[in-house]
């Protein structure tokens, strides 16, 4: 019928949110599991479940998707069968830098920042986790964690004082090349 | 604080590994039908700056371009005369070889009481008179969750729960042997204030 060049590019809608979205859903997810297998598992039962409520919207508050998981991993933890798999595995299985194989390959300052996140205390992490990667807002943590408001920007804080204690300053200033060069 | 600005800037500039692309059909399995709600469609001027979609995306392309086809034919079949009386630019569809200037979207005024989009519940009336039966309509209850508590300025704290439905109207046509049915997701939040405890 219409014999001109225009064409029409269509997808469905979750396909752009989730591809936005989901490298940090699964990084927070990871923190909640403590195991790969159930991190995936945990953020596609938690984003369908969303989606199907507010999917037809178009827009979906990734709030939403990040609380879904927190309650589904807690829900899991309690029960039998999944306590059993989380206790055999080791926290170490799955370090925080494992989520960024990419940006580890780029420099030894990532490397450096990101294994200092994985040494921080789990509850000071996932505050900044979703602080820095999810976006969110301090109420918006406050309200996923069901923590108060003031106990979420403490822990971010913290993590943040920890983090620029621990990150060695000879690698703030020269990332490139952190320590003096001897041929000879 | 201003000493963590420099680190948290640090910190946003590592971007975690996106999800791997068996992943990603596992979710598009598990989504269904509800994955293909809410579908974008872009008058796309320059082809070859679009990439063709993914091949397993491309059953979905194709529903899409049917329920948009089908709207269109059910819509000039009910109304042939279509929306002659707007002159309004019609974007890439006037380049479609019509007499009449083209009805758009941005042109079609929605009817919020007519299931149909872009017909109003007036214009679907006429049609009971072409053989048309009354509509029968029902009302699913798709799923209702707790969204907790949430707080209210200056009132108390309420409960939050969302009904999810699904609105469905069938219209029958026997001597055409022909129906139309209309699907509309609805949403209901329902607050429940929450006494304080003497």
Redesign the interface.
Known sequence: MNSSSHTVHSQPIWKSWFAKHGGKLLLFARQQARCPDDAEDLVQEAFVRIWRLYGHTGEVAPGLVYRAIRRLAIDWARSLDRRKIREQKVFADTPFASSFERELERDERNRALLQAVDGLPPEQKEVLTLKIWADLTFDEIARTLDLSLNTVASRYRYALAKLKDRVPATLKDEPKAPYPHHDS | ?N??EE??K???S??????SGE??V???Q??GD????????????D?EA?PD?PPK?KN??LA??SLVGLAAVIFFALFPSGLTDTGAEAG?LQ???LRDPVPSASVTKEDDSSPLHGVSSEELSLTLENGWSEPWSQEIL??V?DEGVIERPGMPPARKY?Y?YLDETIWTNPGANTFIRSSA?R?EVLLIGLEPLE
């Open positions: 604080m000493g963590f680190l948290e640090e910190l946003r590592l971007r975690p590994d996106d999800p992943f990603e596992k979710v598009e598990a989504l509800s994955g293909r709600l809410a579908v974008s469609q872009l008058p796309d001027l082809s679009s979609p995306s979905l392309v899409g371009f890439f380049a479609l070889p798709l799923e969750s969302r999810q997701p949403q």
